[in-house]
């Protein structure tokens, strides 16, 4: 049977302050007046019935996520205790949904990035749901037509095209971000797709390879599924690593006893890391500025303001361009666009300084 994964772990740093540890920006509601995680339910909804979606969060913002998605089972909400990066937020639904159907085909989908159109992210993911089911061996994962010579994505060298199926391809490698002149270099080659960190692949599949590449996580995630009341106890002990570092990488390499193809994905496609890649999805005036919230701007072009204050106070620009700025409740946000990839740096240091009051 089909089953898809959102995963919406991470706290998302680069959009402190709307998103905090207790609202992480999968949650946040600033796209169309809908949340990130809500945009990636509606865009898998109807694939599979609503009871064979599940999500993988924080523990911390379980009901968050139930009260946003109601149309999902709680029980479908799993919650991990701290976040162990992405192998075990894969690796843990994968040994639950085994232990319940042993012929689940599972695809792993992101809760913060946009993507359009929906119907072509539609159509490659049952084309993934598809060689799955006809490939046992296989671990789908989509590659994105790249734009342009883009240095913040990882990238998927493609192979030989896989027989009956045009639209997939082996991966003969998996790159890490580059520079741009090595960035260009993938472009003019066409040799490489954008990797967008989403997957199919049958649960057996991805157990087999954890079995034989990370026998101890191989080993908690059966445990777990076994004893899902374990998993306050279990859980923290995984080893942290991320899925493409622990499977995708050595099977792309022949370490496994699988194999890895990759979907084409023609969409645009948007991984709303920071400010500006949300900045690109909020309606701008006429000077370019990109608004929400009671805000007056006097001489003043290219700006990101978003007002969430709640008691009424104003924010009020004059004769500024380029800048990002953000006032919450608690905090007020003010720096250059072009500096706004250091915000993660800035918590760290607010954090250092005045303690987690304001993470």
């Not at 905090?20 to 694939?47: F, H, N, T």
């Not at 306050?232 to 099977?251: C, H, N």
């Not at 006032?327 to 250059?336: A, D, E, F, N, R």
Request: with cysteine; charged share 20%.
């Amino acid at each position: 049977m089909r089953y898809v994964l959102i995963v919406a772990g991470g706290s998302g740093k680069r959009l402190w302050p709307l998103s905090r540890q207790d609202m992480p920006k999968q949650l946040l509601k600033v796209v169309g007046g809908k949340s990130l995680l809500r945009l990636a339910y509606e865009r898998v909804e109807g694939l599979v019935p609503d009871a064979n979606i599940l999500v993988c969060t924080g523990a911390d913002y379980a009901s968050t996520v139930a009260a946003d998605l109601p149309e999902l089972p709680v029980a479908n909400i799993l919650g991990e205790p701290e976040g162990r990066d992405s192998l075990n937020a894969v690796a843990w639904p994968a040994a639950l949904l085994a232990a319940r159907d042993p012929e689940a085909v599972i695809a792993v989908v992101t809760a913060d990035q946009i993507m359009n159109p929906v119907e072509a992210f539609q159509a490659a993911l049952v084309e993934g749901f598809t060689v799955a089911e006809e490939a046992p061996d296989a671990l789908v994962t989509f590659g994105v037509v790249p734009t342009s010579p883009h240095t913040g994505y990882g990238y998927l060298q493609r192979g030989e095209e896989m027989p009956g199926h045009p639209d997939v391809c082996t991966v003969r490698a998996f790159k890490e971000k580059p520079d741009r002149a090595t960035a260009e270099h993938y472009l003019d080659s066409g040799e490489y797709w954008w990797n967008s960190g989403m997957f199919v692949w049958r649960a057996a599949t991805l157990l087999g390879q954890l079995e034989v590449l990370q026998p101890e996580t191989y080993a908690a995630v059966t445990a777990l599924a076994a004893a899902p009341d374990r998993v306050d106890e279990i859980y923290p002990r995984l080893l942290k690593i991320s899925v493409d570092y622990a499977v995708m990488e050595p099977v792309s390499q022949g370490q496994g006893t699988a194999r890895v193809v990759a979907v084409r994905l023609p969409i645009s496609w948007y991984d709303v890391g920071g400010f500006a890649a949300l900045g690109e999805h909020l309606p701008r005036d006429e000077r370019g500025n990109a608004i929400q919230g009671v805000s007056v701007l006097v001489d003043a072009h290219d700006n990101l303001v978003i007002n969430q204050s709640e008691d009424g106070r104003l924010v009020a620009v004059v004769g500024l361009s380029g800048m990002v700025i953000v006032q919450t409740p608690q905090i007020t946000l003010v720096c250059p666009a072009s500096e706004a990839e250091r915000i993660k740096e800035l918590v760290a240091t607010v954090t250092a300084q005045l303690g987690t009051s304001y993470a």
